[in-house]
């Protein structure tokens, strides 16, 4: 795949330090070294967990790159996190996506949980032994949180969980799976219904599926939680009884939405750069395919798409990072991330002709890449609807300005420019 550009463009100069901008080295460098020899294994056996690369990130601390230090993380912010996603998406969206996975439910915990439970469980993602995953979805209900059937029993010290989730990332990687359940009857409002549990994966009573790999992204999965009467102590109970609409719809706006952006935004990049190559170097009359204006007008169209995406996912962040209310412009990025990058693709695959169709090809992977980061944090339709709540002022939570006190990592970079 030809290289993306090896230091960040001027256009993100305001959003990065220079930790940022030496993150941005060493990420492209381990893409390079680990991921990039991978790539072409992790496509050729779809039906395999790429767990080598999740070790190789853990061993650098990544997991818990938004973890306070206090609790061995590396205390950096949301650039930081996009910078990562983002450089890894340009070689690999499935170890993108790997990286992203557990840094949803990392959130959630530096949000609603205890002090003792984040001493608990965080010192372990920091260090690499615990990958954790965040299960919210249903086979019934799917994405609608309203619809959730999993339900949760006390029983004196102990809660019962009973219930299924699906397309559960990290589904076969994570020692943890931070589920929501149901602990009010129906006629409960949603918003008091629900309730947070982390649920360690060797807990009697869950299983998971055999890995079935997806369109694209392989060697990530995305798979099947069972849970039929699964105990775990009362202690594990995330946030308060009943808080657990808003640690799912925070953790999805804060950290699901932008972490999906990034990857939309590596894979962006690596489809440009693959079709500008392409262009370059095949032969047509007394120069090359790049020269023709008819196809230089569709590229003007994905670089135009491409920059615009890329200042949206950075910018987005960077609002985050200063606790400014942003919820609709991570949703945006999100949202317009991925339109404009499976455009692209759409276009890329044209301009290839029938080299695109050929098997094995990069561009087929990066093609079938894209279709994944539409449906996670809401589909676009979902976001199109949360986007007319800003525009008639409706959007009355935001979760940016409101969690902004929790942001323990935002401490002075040393190194900022």
């Known amino acids: 795949m030809p290289a993306t550009p090896a230091t960040p463009p001027p256009a993100l100069h305001p959003y990065l330090t220079a930790r940022h901008k030496l993150l941005w080295d060493e990420a492209d460098a381990f893409a390079a070294e680990h991921i990039a020899p991978r790539a072409v294994r992790m496509e050729a056996a779809p039906g395999s967990v790429e767990r080598k690369v999740a070790d190789l990130m853990a061993a650098r601390g990544w997991f818990a790159v938004t973890v306070p230090s206090v609790f061995g993380g590396q205390g950096a912010d949301h650039v930081a996190k996009t910078v990562l996603i983002h450089r890894i998406a340009c070689v690999s969206a499935a170890a993108a996506a790997i990286l992203q996975a557990t840094l949803i439910p990392v959130g959630a915990l530096l949000h609603f949980a205890t002090y003792e439970q984040k001493g608990r469980w965080l010192p372990r993602v920091a260090d690499g032994s615990l990958l954790l995953s965040i299960a919210v979805t249903e086979p019934i209900a799917g994405g609608h949180i309203g619809g959730i059937e999993t339900a949760a029993e006390r029983t004196g010290n102990q809660w019962v969980i ?75 109970l995330v946030g308060e009884i009943g808080q657990g609409l ?24 690596a489809v440009v750069a693959t079709t500008t190559a392409r262009l370059k170097a095949r032969p047509r009359y007394r120069g090359a395919l790049s020269d023709l204006p008819v196809l230089r007008d569709r590229i003007g169209d994905m670089e135009a798409r491409l920059r615009a995406g ?29 339109q404009w990058a499976r455009t692209s693709a759409q276009d890329a695959m044209e301009l290839h002709g029938a080299q695109a169709l050929d098997h094995g090809y990069v561009l087929q992977r990066l093609w079938r890449d894209i279709q994944h980061t539409y449906p996670p944090a809401g589909t676009g339709e979902v976001q199109r609807i949360r986007l007319a709540d800003a ?27």
């Open 391 to 417: 525009a008639f002022d409706e959007d009355h939570i935001q979760w940016s300005e409101r969690l902004a006190t929790a942001t323990a990592w935002a401490q002075p970079d040393p190194t900022a420019a």
């Open 310 to 338: 890329r200042i949206l996912a950075y910018q987005s962040v960077h609002l985050l990072d200063q606790g400014l209310p942003c919820d609709a412009d991570l949703i945006n990025a999100k949202y317009l991330g991925h």
């Open 246 to 269: 808003s640690v799912a719809q925070s953790s999805s706006i804060l950290y699901g939405r932008p972490n999906l952006a990034a990857v939309s935004l590596g894979i962006h990049e």
């Open 162 to 236: 009973t219930g299924s989730k699906v397309h559960i990332g990290n589904s076969h990687l994570a020692g943890a799976h931070l589920v929501l359940a149901r602990t009010a009857e129906a006629s409960v409002r949603t918003s008091q219904a629900l309730t947070a549990f982390m649920v360690e994966s060797d807990r009697h009573g869950l299983s998971v599926t055999d890995h079935r790999p997806g369109l694209g992204l392989h060697g990530f999965s995305a798979g099947r939680l069972d849970l039929v009467r699964v105990r775990v102590p009362a202690d594990n």
